[in-house]
């Protein structure tokens, strides 16, 4: 019988009963970050007060980092302490501030190289509270990296940093996330941090620590046991087992965790570090997720949009539900290889691109209302956010053997987002939103010169399909004069049979977004222009398009900015229009 790995018995236990275990964080976490330990920060102060007491001896310095209790009990007045050492060297609370504030708040270079910033980690396990996983988190760190991560999700978390706040805190069970600062918040001079401090804990602590170890799981990470004397004897001290304990196998190495993890019968986790145990758990229970909430049906996500979109507090529901149809889009586009053992025929290329559009089917809808009732374009970002989504997940870098037609075809969702939204905004008369799409939203094509494109060429026709691959598609009875266009319109007919339930005006409104797109290829670097049944030969007004008519008529009609900013000024649009039909025209041949 094989046995299951703890992170699996640990993923279950936590998708089966939310909220039942918290999570304890020690320094490893936090200086993963570039964060001192509480412990380095006393150091670094004695070295500091050694060197202002004793200018003239350059050892003096050293011998203090190399031993500060030593060098303390020597030199120091009182007891060694947080609070003690602050008060020598920053004596007013600005003082002190401005001290703390470069052991724990980035520099400008730190910031640009990511230091001191919450972690994969922290980020992890405040997922995991929004999600009702988690709602206790005990840490001995006294930096503000969980609060800033918890922050960043939304979540606003009661904080217990002083032991004398535990009488006067919500109850465990009422508060939807809890933040119990051991140690302290660096700001505080109540900070614990030296072996005597931390050797006993005031009858508040022990209490609460008592209700959390009794009550709930425990999920262990950077943290060893090796100084926090008074936290392993409340941990021991537990009589209750009722659910497990978990440890991060890299800070569980010494005796001391082993200890604890024999007594409570506890279990290690394989884990490099804290950020690949969080975010592995993370994606685990996402996939549990997946399995026992079955996916909305189009119609249910469509009410719910409606009931999202125009409710400004409703914006993050409104989010989730966007971009989680992005999510399973881009999962269904995972289980396509871009590689195959035997010949990428016509039908496998067909039975691919079919697929596509299937993968689509919920999204393109949601899109479709989204972008035809956000009168207003509140939700802009939102929209441009799913284009963006779809496109980095269509740029992989193929390793190995790999078939062009099958990578290609990676961009067919990131297209389908593109024309879907397209077509509302010119059908709706939104010419600035589709612009925004094209020309804002980018990324580094793999293929070719690895460069940055706007999602115009990242998408353009050529980039999705040869031609002649689509024209040798089984699908057709007949040869298509401009078979990359007439696939598009076709299988896009689907999504708008409610929005635009004549063929006609479909067909109108499609091209009228094929030539709009053109014009913004036209203006950026990659390809030209893409051809299309829009300018097929029966498609003009002797030299004219009738697509060209009917875009002067729109901007005419509707005053908007969009283009003449685009184009550089109002002056500039006959000019650019009428330039455009000679590239245009080069086109009708076909």
Known sequence: MTSLSPLTTLTTGMHAQPGVYAVLLGSGVSTAAGIPTGWGVVRDLVRRVAATANKSDDDAAQSAWDDPEGWWKEHGEGPLGYATLLQALAPTPAARQGLLADFFEPNEEEQ????????RAHLAIADLVK???????????????MERALEAVGVSPQIVARAEAVNGMAPLAHSPATL????????????????????????EWKRLLAQVFDEYGLVVSGWSGDWDTALVASLESTPSRRYPLYWDSRSSRGETAKRVIGNRAGLQIPAASADDLFAELSESLEALERLAHPPLSTAMAVARLKRYL??????????????????????????????????VTYEVLQSTYESYFRSMDQLATLLITGVWHDDQCIHAQLWADVLQRLIEAALVVPTGTFNQGLLMALRFPAFIALAVMGVTAVRRGRDDLLIMLATQVEGRDPIGANEHLPAAQLLHYRRLAEPDWVNGLPRWPNKWLYPTSHLFATDLRDYFSKLIPSDKEFQQTYRGF?????????????????????????????????????????????????????????????RVLTDHREILARYQRW
């Open 112 to 119: 640009q190289e990511g230091l001191k910033q919450p972690t």
């Open 131 to 145: 999600r009702g996983y988690v709602r206790v988190i005990i840490t001995t760190n006294f930096d503000r990296l």
């Open 180 to 203: 119990i600062k051991l140690h302290g918040d660096y700001k505080d001079l109540g900070s614990r941090n030296t072996p005597d401090e931390l050797d006993a804990y005031p009858e």
């Open 310 to 343: 125009p409710d400004p507090v409703r914006r993050i529901d409104l989010h989730d539900l966007i971009m989680h149809a992005t999510d399973d889009v881009v999962a269904a586009m995972k289980d396509h290889p871009i590689s195959t053992d035997g010949q």
């Open 514 to 574: 094929e030539f709009r797109l053109g014009l913004i290829q036209e203006r950026t670097r990659g390809y030209r222009a893409i051809d299309g049944e829009y300018v097929g030969e029966w498609a003009w007004d002797g030299d004219v398009p009738h697509v060209e008519n009917e875009l002067r008529r729109h901007i005419e009609r509707m005053g908007s900015s969009a283009w003449p900013d685009f184009f550089g000024g109002p002056e500039e649009i006959d």
